[in-house]
């Protein structure tokens, strides 16, 4: 039974030996493909033909945040304001020892950014990284992340009526600081101790303003917010023409007396009534409680 075995063994090492002896001998015989494929024959060419996909060959940086090294795809951030003003002669970001340096943010606040862009399910995330990564996806004017942020951030704080308009108006979500408004308005109580922390005092009376006219006057409340905060509503407005428009659940609200004339119908429900302006948000400027 063993030599059995072995003859036949011995038998297919022969026949190996023998196919390959054939295919040098006469491999000038084969046919272009077999040959490439035998004897790797076109490798060289086919590495100096080769182009990069216009989609997913993606180069990386090397980025200094503090004191921490990020090696992130350059994709991420090359349409935003802060990619275009860096100076990359020298290799700067291709090594370690020769990373790009970002200054006047915390490694925390880049980390906070990149988790929104990479991770599929950012609902995980928690209050302050996707506040985090609303201030450097707004500064940098990077639109996708900021639009996403925007969405995970909506459920948290919809209900948090003087967070909304601080949000909104530190990083000019204009849904946010209407709608704050307006439940404040609306609910007709006085501000809490609680959320006088978001307001300037001039702010709080403004907001008390607003309640009387709609308590003892009848007046509309949406009516009465574009009224009495006209020039907040505007100001956010303009600034945040360079985002695009955002949509978010509750506003505009279902039930208004929205004036008809043609300046307060948009600046109250559109997020554009013909005036843009660039504006990078200063990377210093940040909420009181933040």
């Known amino acids: 039974m063993f030599s059995q075995i072995l003859c036949a063994f011995s038998m297919l090492i022969i026949a190996a030996v023998s196919l390959v002896l054939n295919v040098k001998a006469y491999g000038h015989r084969l046919p272009a493909a077999a040959k490439s494929l035998i004897f790797n024959t076109n490798d060289k060419e086919s590495a100096h033909q080769a182009?990069?996909?216009?989609?997913?060959?993606?180069?990386?940086?090397?980025?200094?945040?503090?004191?921490?090294l990020f090696k992130v795809p350059i994709r991420d951030f090359e349409n935003s304001t802060f990619w275009k003003e860096l100076d990359l002669a020298g290799g700067k970001g291709s090594r370690d020892d020769n990373p790009i340096i970002l200054e006047g943010i915390s490694s925390a606040e880049f980390e906070s950014l990149l988790r929104v862009i990479h991770m599929h399910d950012s609902g995980k995330l928690d209050l302050q990284v996707l506040i985090s990564a609303l201030k450097l996806s707004t500064s940098w004017q990077l639109i996708d992340a900021r639009n996403k942020t925007i969405q995970q951030l909506h459920p948290m704080i919809s209900t948090h009526f003087a967070?909304?308009?601080?949000?909104?108006?530190?990083?000019?979500?204009?849904?946010?600081?209407?709608?704050?408004?307006?439940?404040l308005v609306e609910r007709g109580t006085r501000i809490t101790d609680a959320e006088a922390t978001y307001f300037r005092r001039d702010s709080i009376l403004k907001v008390w303003e607003a309640q009387?006219?709609?308590?003892?006057?009848g007046s509309d409340p949406l009516n009465t917010v574009f009224d009495v905060f006209n020039a907040e509503i505007r100001k956010v407005e303009r600034e945040s023409n360079v985002y695009g428009a955002v949509t978010v659940s509750g506003w505009p609200p279902e039930r208004s007396l929205v004036r008809t004339?043609?300046?307060?119908?948009?600046?109250?429900?559109?997020?554009?009534?013909?005036y843009s302006q660039r504006r990078q948000v200063p990377l210093t400027q940040s909420l009181r409680r933040y």
């Open 163 to 183: 967070m909304l308009v601080d949000l909104g108006t530190t990083y000019f979500v204009l849904p946010w600081l209407q709608l704050g408004l307006y439940k």
């Open 261 to 274: 004339t043609a300046a307060t119908t948009s600046a109250i429900i559109s997020p554009s009534y013909g």
């Open 212 to 217: 009387e006219r709609v308590r003892e006057g």
């Open 51 to 68: 182009v990069h996909n216009s989609a997913f060959y993606w180069a990386n940086a090397i980025i200094l945040v503090g004191t921490q």
